[in-house]
């Protein structure tokens, strides 16, 4: 099974100009943590879901992909 997007972390920065450095600063993790998730090679916790929806002001569900499996 091919690797799946499963957060869009990525995209959201994006689309608020914002940069992981940026993200990593405001949550006071390693850039190298953010940089994983942003890739999904890591997935950060429900509850840093949460977090990182309050920093970024969207909704959780805005963070986690909608795709279904093949």
């Given amino acids: 099974m091919a690797n799946k997007d499963l957060n869009r972390l ?3 920065l994006v689309e608020q100009h914002k ?20 890739t999904n090679k890591a997935q950060p916790s429900l509850e840093t879901i949460k977090k990182i929806a309050e920093i970024l002001q969207v909704k959780m569900s805005d963070l986690v992909s909608n795709e279904q499996p093949l």
């Fill in 19 to 38: 940069t992981a450095k940026w993200l990593a600063e405001q949550m006071g993790k390693d850039p190298a943590t953010i940089s994983k998730w942003c």
């Fill in 10 to 12: 990525k995209v959201v």
